[in-house]
C-alpha cells in the first residue's frame, strides 16, 4: 500500500489507453497536429473562455516559464515559504528568469495573509531602483500542506495583485484536487478570481507527463511561444502530451479521477480520527494527510510494506508533539482503494 | 505516404507496449525507480564504459544542457551553419548557457575541415578577454543534410578539441542512424574518438519523448545533476521514460529500427535514381534524402497525398539547378515501408 | 608620438579642471545631485528633445543595456562583423540580455546594405518559433574602420528598422568624430532618422570614463533605470560622471575636441598620401587611417618610437598588397598635434 | 553639516591631485598601462601576498562579479537580511550569476551565529536537487549597521565555510573603517581568517570611483578576467582607475583617512551620549551611528540646514522607543571636522 506521493502512481488506464491508440498513426510534429489542437479547443472549454495553452514536460518548466512571462529587471516574486517555486525547483524560477528573487511570505496552512503580503511588499518601495520592483504574486493550489486557498482567499489575493500592479500566478500542481475540494469550476477559481497565467497539472492526477502553462493575460502571452521554445520545452511528438489531455478532459474523466483521490483521502482521514494510536497535524481538504504518529508505529507499518514520507516539521507548528511523535504526510491518488487503506490502517498496530 | 520527418512517425510497437505494461504501477519518482536504474546499466553495457546519463524531454533541452556544462564566460561554441543548434532551437543554447556564442564553419555536407575550424578559432586568441574564450565544439551525428562523420574525421575532430582545449560535444538526434550507416559501435562513435558529451535521441527512432545526455568527460558531469534539476527536466514519473529506453535498447530494438530506416532510404534513393523525372540532389548514408524536382510534378505528388518538405537551398551548393527545379526533402522513419515508397514514387508521374 | 588608440590620451584639461573643481563639495548620490540635474538638461538640449539619460562606466556596459532593453526571447540583433560588440566585448552582449545571438551582416567600409539585412533577416521569418526572431538593428557610428553611414544611409536603416519591427541601435563610441564629419547636428543624426537608443561615448574624446545611454523611444525607457541599477552601473558618485559631460558640452568643447582630432586626421591622411613610402589601404572620414606600410619601414618607426597597431586584415580586402607590405592603423585623438605627425612621418624614412 | 552618507563627500584632495597629475599623458589602455602595474603590485603588498585584482566601477559590481565567480547551479549565498547585496543591490547578484538564490541569516548586530548559519543550511542538503546547494557565505565588513566582525568571528565563519564547501566573500565597502577599528592588518582580516575573495571599496573612503575585487583563492581566478571583461567592467582609460588605488594606499593615505573618519565618529558617538536630547541605538564601532531622536528636534535640525537620513528599525531592535523617538542615521567621512560636530550638535537644542 503506496501512500509516497500521487505521482508514485504511474497513468491511469484511460490515459494510457489513448497512449496506445495514437501510437501507430502519423502526426504534425511541434504542436500542429489534429490533437493538439483538439486539446487547445479542450482547454478553452474547460476555461469557458479563449486560453493560450503551452504543454511542458514538468511542473518545474510550467512555473519557471509562466513566471518569466512576468519578469521584470530587478523582479521580485512573493509566494509562500512552503510553495513547491521556493523549496524544491533547485532555483529555475531564478534561473530561467534571469534572475528574479522569490519573497517568501509565511502563514499558517500553506497561507498567508494580505497583511502579510503588504508587509513583505513595503520592503519594495515601487521606482526605488535600490531595493528591486515587485512583479508577481504566485499561490499553490492545492497548497503544499494539503489545504485549499478558498474563491473569497484567491478574489482577495487578485485584488492585491491588480491594487499593487502584481502578475497573479497559480501553481495548479494539484489544481483538479482543489477544485473538487472546493466544488468550484475552473473559470470560478482562475482568471473570474484575477489569475493571470495558471501551471495546469495533469501528472499528478493520472497522466505520465502533461503539465501546461493557461495563460488568461494576453499581455503574459504575447512572447510566450519562444519562451516556450527557447526553453526545450516544444515537444516534437507533442501529440502524444495532447493525446493525454485530451482523454484527461474528455467526459469528465480528469474530475472523476480527483474525486476519487479525494474521497480517498476522506476515508482516510476518518480512518485516522478513530484509531487511536496517530492524530491529524492540522486538517487539510485535498489528497495530502499530515499525521503524528509514535515512531516504533511508523517503524512497524513501513516494515510492514507500507510506503509513505517522513515530513519536516511546519517552521511554526499549530500543534505540541508527545515524545516519540513524529510527522509523516500520506498522500492518495486516482489508484488507491479502500483495501489499501484498511492494510495501512491494520499496518500501525 | 509520409515523408515529412521521422518525428511524425508515432511510436513503435515495442516502445508503446512497454509504456502500457508498466503504466499501473507504482513506481518511485524523479529518476529513483528501478527502470531508472535499468535503464542508466543499459546505457552503460551500450557504450562499453560507465557513463553518466541524465533523461531530458527534447532534443532542445539535451543539446542546451550538454553544452551549458560547457560553459565558460565570454564562450564560444564551433558549429555548422546547419546544425540544429544554430538553426532550430530558438537560441536555447544562448539562453540557458547564460550568453554563450555560437561561431558557424562552413563546409559542404554537414560538415567542416580541421583548416577552417582553425580560422575560426583564431579570431578567439587564448586569453584574449576583448574577444570571449573557445569553449566547445559540436558535430551533428548524423548530419542534418543526411550525411555522417567518418569515424576518422570524428578522430581528427576529437584531436583538434583536445588540442585546443575544447569539450566536444556530439549532437546525436539520429545517433542510431548514423551508427547504423558507419556499422560502428556507440563507444568507437563517440568516446573512443574523443567526445566529452553526447546528446543521445531516441524520440525520431521509435520512442515519443526520450532523450539523454550521456556524459563521458566526468569534469562535466559533476554538476550536471543540478543543471538538469534546475532547468526543468527532471520528471517526476521519469519511469516512463526510462521504460521507453528499456525497451529501446533490448533485444538490439534500436538498432534493427535504424536498420529498416535506413534501408528503406536506400531503397528511396535507388528508386530516385531511377525514377528518370527527379534526382539526387547530394548524396547521404542516413534516412534523409534532398531530390531535386519539377515544381509540377512535386505539386502533383502533393495533391495525391504525399507529405514532404520544401527545403531551402545551401548557401553553396554542389548542383546546378534546372529551370522548375526545386530541392525537397524526404525523410524516412521506421514505419516507413516499401509500399509507401511504390505510392510515392508513382505519385509524381 | 603616439597614434596607437585615442583612449590612450587621457583627458582633455577642461574635463580635468572640473574634476578638480568640485572634488571638496558635498553632492547627493546615485544620480541625485544638481550635476546630474545638469548633465541631464544639457543631453536634452545636445539632441533637442527630451531624452533619458543614463551614464555608465564603459562603452561595453552603454552598447549591453541598450540592446539588453531591446531584448525579446530568442531575439537577433544584426550587425557588422567589425562592429565592437561582436568583436570586442567577450559576449556581454549575449550575456547582459539572456542569450540574444549577434547575427552579422558583412559589407564593404564597415557598413552593409538593405539588401544584405534583408537576406540576414530571412533565415528569421516572423513568428517562426525554431529560428527565432528578429530583435534590433545595431550601427557603429564612426565605423570600427574609420568611415561614417551618412545621413541617407541611417534613414534608410531607419526604415528598415520600422519595416520590419526592430529597434534601432546606434554605437556612438565615437560619436562626436562621426557628427563633425557629416557637419550633422546630435538630432539629425539620430533620432530624425530612426534610431531608438544610443550608446554614447565621451571617453575616447577627452572624457575619462564618461558613457551615456541615451533613449529617444520611451518603450525603452520604461524600465531602464531598474536594468541600469541591476547591471552595477548606478555610480555612488555620479557627480563626477556628471561633471565631465557638463564640462565635456559647455561652450561645444566637445565639438572643438572632436574638429581638432578630426583636423589632426585629415592632415595625416594628406602628408601619408604624399609620402610615398605607404598609401591608404581605403578611404576614412574620421580619426582612424589604415596604411600600408612595407614592414621594415614600420619597424624603423616603432624603434623611433611611434605607437601604432599592427591591423588584422579585413576580410575581404578592397586593396591588392605588394610583397612585404602590412596593414596598420593611426589613430588621431584630442591630444595629437602637427608636430607629432611630423616626427611621425619622418620616423619611416 | 552633512552626515548623509560617505559617498557624498568627494574626493580627497590627495586623490584629486593624483588624477589632475596624470591626466595629460598618453597610457596604454584596458589595465596595461604602467599605473596599472603598480596598483597591482601595491594590493600584494599591502595584503602581503600574491593576489589577483580587478578594479570595477560600483561595489555593486564588485560583490556581483565576486559572487558570480562563485556560482554553482542551483547555488544558494547565505548572508545577513540588511547586507547591501540583500537590500540594496536591485537584484544583481542573482542576475550577474545567473539566478543564484540570497538566503538570509538574521542576527543582531548585522551578524548572525554558526548555529543560524547552520540552521539555514539545513535547508539545502547535499546533493539534493530539489532544494539547490550552498554555494557561498558572504559578510560585510564593516557591517551594513556600524559594527564589524571581529578577527575570531571571521575566523569562525571561515571555519564553517572551509567544512561546508562554501566559497568565503567579504563585502568591504567600508573595508578600511572597520580594519582601523580593528587595528588589524589587512591579511589578518581577510585571507589569513579564511576569506576567498573580497570586494574591496575605495569609493565611500576618499576616491571618486575605485572598487575592486580581491582574489585570494586562485580557484576562483582563473576565470575572472573573462567574467570582468563581459560584465562591462575593464575600463578603456583604466589607469584613473589605478591612480586612485595608487595615490590611496602610498604614505598610508588609506588608513589616515579612515583614522580620521573614525575619530569623527567617536567623537560624534560621545558628544551625543552627553547630549541628553538623544540616545545611541545600539553600539557601533565604525563611522555609521544610529540614533533615537525625538521627532520634532530632527526637524529642527533640517530646518537648520543638518543631513541626515531617516532609518527603517531592524526586524528585532534591541531598544524600546519612546512616543515620538524616530530612528536617524548619521555618516562621518573624511571630510567630516569638529566644527560640523558641533554645529550638528547645536541644531537638535
Known amino acids: 500500500m503506496n501512500f509516497s506521493s500521487d505521482n508514485w502512481a504511474g497513468a491511469s488506464d484511460v490515459v494510457a489507453a489513448k497512449l496506445t491508440e495514437i501510437h501507430a498513426s502519423y502526426s504534425?510534429?511541434?504542436?500542429?497536429s489534429a490533437l493538439d489542437d483538439r486539446m487547445r479547443a479542450l482547454f478553452c472549454e474547460v476555461f469557458e473562455r479563449e486560453v493560450s495553452v503551452f504543454t511542458v514536460g514538468t511542473g518545474t518548466a510550467a512555473n519557471?516559464?509562466?513566471?518569466?512571462?512576468?519578469?521584470?529587471?530587478g523582479g521580485v516574486i512573493f509566494c509562500h515559504p512552503e510553495s513547491h517555486i521556493f523549496n524544491d525547483e533547485c532555483g529555475a524560477v531564478e534561473y530561467f528568469s534571469g534572475g528574479a528573487r522569490l519573497c517568501t511570505v509565511a502563514g499558517p496552512g500553506g497561507k498567508?495573509?494580505?497583511?502579510?503580503l503588504v508587509a513583505a511588499m513595503d520592503r519594495y518601495p515601487k521606482q526605488f531602483v535600490h531595493a528591486g520592483q515587485p512583479t508577481a504574486l504566485s499561490l499553490t493550489q492545492a497548497t503544499e500542506v494539503g489545504t485549499a486557498w478558498s474563491l473569497a482567499e484567491i478574489a482577495g489575493m487578485g485584488e492585491m495583485a491588480r491594487a499593487n500592479d502584481l502578475y497573479?500566478?497559480?501553481?495548479?500542481?494539484r489544481f483538479a484536487n482543489a477544485l473538487v475540494a472546493l466544488d468550484a469550476t475552473p473559470a470560478e477559481m482562475t482568471w473570474r478570481r484575477g489569475v493571470d497565467i495558471l501551471s495546469f497539472g495533469a501528472t499528478k492526477n493520472g497522466c505520465w507527463c502533461a503539465e501546461a502553462v493557461v495563460i488568461f493575460n494576453p499581455a503574459l502571452?504575447?512572447?510566450?511561444a519562444f519562451l516556450h521554445k527557447r526553453a526545450g520545452q516544444l515537444f516534437?511528438?507533442?501529440?502524444?502530451?495532447a493525446a493525454q489531455f485530451v482523454a484527461y478532459f474528455e467526459a469528465e474523466h480528469w474530475l472523476n479521477l480527483a474525486r476519487h483521490t479525494n474521497a480517498m483521502a476522506d476515508c482516510l482521514r476518518e480512518r485516522i480520527a478513530l484509531a487511536g494510536n496517530m492524530r491529524i497535524a492540522w486538517p487539510t481538504q485535498t489528497n495530502e494527510i499530515f499525521v503524528l504518529i509514535d515512531k516504533s508505529a511508523a517503524e512497524r507499518s513501513a516494515a510492514a510494506g507500507a510506503v509513505f514520507s517522513d515530513w519536516p516539521e511546519p517552521i511554526n507548528p499549530l500543534y505540541s508533539k508527545h515524545d516519540n511523535e513524529y510527522l509523516y504526510r500520506f498522500v492518495t491518488s486516482f489508484r488507491t482503494d479502500k483495501n489499501q487503506i484498511d492494510v495501512l490502517l491494520a499496518s500501525f498496530s
Chains 1, 2, 3, 4 share one sequence.
Open 236 to 241: 516534437s511528438k507533442s501529440t502524444f502530451q
Open 28 to 32: 504534425a510534429s511541434y504542436g500542429e
Open 64 to 73: 519557471s516559464l509562466a513566471l518569466t512571462a512576468c519578469a521584470r529587471p
Open 168 to 173: 497573479f500566478h497559480m501553481d495548479g500542481a
Open 112 to 116: 498567508f495573509s494580505a497583511v502579510d
Open 221 to 224: 502571452a504575447a512572447q510566450f
